[in-house]
């Protein structure tokens, strides 16, 4: 029954967000100068969903991830570590550095087949009117079988979440410190793993990391209908995702975190994130960007949507 989805449709889930990101960037709900490196080429993007709740949705939760990853930087001086679990092709690394936060070490996990595809935007030769992504790698960057990338205190390699010993031994090469403060970030990742291996994953970090943090975004609350609606949503982009399993509840998504051994846990849905976490300044222009023509079809769609926030 749980059998989730072949790899190949999880792995284009990735071209699907980072068009959705590319449309609210340029709508102008939030800025990213790093994000046209990527978007352009991503080849067989159906044309992405014009609708503002999905703006709306994104920029919440680009802007939600960002808050908690910056704060935990601030509280610990930048003697930190960031990883990111199914990466696809985010940009928050070079958001960060271009701003000036410091960090230890900041790491990116994704199916080879997708971190190949991100090095290769990476290297790209830079088009005028476009950024050098390598500037803000603090040495020269080293690839290695096409799927890994080294550069300084930025790396990207290419493991299955799946399998704890191929992740394993992948975090081993970058040099990671086990005993500092160190932050993970799923966005949109865990739903496309059985709810068995996404446990294992958790407690591998646990039992690795001395001090971690984890912040995960992704769907819940599901009824079948609403996941009909989804695996619809991405059939009509050419993505074939079936019987996924999704965290029904709150309680069921702090659950699991404790259950791995965190310990402090914190699961807002998206309109509690709208209406309490993110700045109210913010929250207000993004709502003048484009019209609604119901409030209710944001607030509903963003009750199926949550964060949360654990920590040991
Ligand atoms: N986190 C990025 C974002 O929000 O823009 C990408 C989200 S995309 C919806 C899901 C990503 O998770 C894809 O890039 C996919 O390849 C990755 N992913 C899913 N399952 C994975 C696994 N078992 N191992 C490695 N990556 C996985």
């Not at 690839?143 to 990338?149: G, I, M, Q």
């Not at 493991?159 to 394993?168: I, T, V």
């Not at 081993?172 to 993970?184: A, K, V």
Request: a negative charge.
């Amino acid at each position: 029954s749980n059998s989730v989805s072949d790899d190949y449709s999880v792995q284009r889930t990735n071209d699907d967000a980072t068009q959705c990101k590319f449309f609210a960037i340029q709508k102008g709900y939030w800025k990213d100068e790093f994000i046209s490196r990527f978007a352009n080429s991503s080849a067989n993007v159906a044309e992405a969903r014009r609708f503002p709740e999905i703006s709306m949705g994104y920029w919440a939760r680009t802007a939600a991830i960002e808050k908690y990853v910056r704060e935990f930087l601030t509280e610990f001086n930048g003697k930190a570590q960031v990883i990111s679990f199914g990466c696809g092709f985010d940009t928050l690394f070079w958001r960060l550095v271009s701003s000036g936060s410091n960090l230890v070490k900041y790491v990116e996990v994704d199916f080879s087949s997708v971190t190949s595809k991100k090095i290769r935007h990476i290297l790209k030769p830079v088009g005028s009117g476009s950024i050098d992504l390598k500037k803000s790698f603090e040495s020269e960057a080293v690839v290695s079988h096409h799927s890994d990338l080294h550069a300084g205190n930025y790396h990207l390699v290419g493991a299955d979440l799946r399998q704890s010993n191929e992740l394993d031994q992948k975090l081993e090469t970058c040099q990671l410190d086990y005993d500092i403060p160190t932050i993970f970030i799923a966005e949109c990742v865990l739903v496309y793993m059985s709810a068995n291996a996404s446990s294992s994953l958790l407690k591998q970090i646990v039992s690795k990391f001395r001090q971690p943090a984890f912040v995960n975004y992704e769907q819940f609350r599901t009824s079948d209908a609403f996941t009909k609606v989804m695996e619809q949503n991405l059939g009509e982009r050419g993505i074939q995702l079936h019987g996924l399993e999704m965290c029904e509840s709150s309680e069921k998504q702090e659950e699991r975190f404790r259950n791995a051994g965190f310990k402090t846990i914190k699961v807002m849905d998206m309109n509690q994130i709208f209406n309490n976490f993110l700045d109210q300044n913010e929250v207000g222009r993004i709502r003048t960007i484009e019209m609604l023509d119901e409030m209710e079809l944001l607030e509903q769609l963003l009750t199926h949507y949550c964060v949360v926030f654990a920590r040991i």
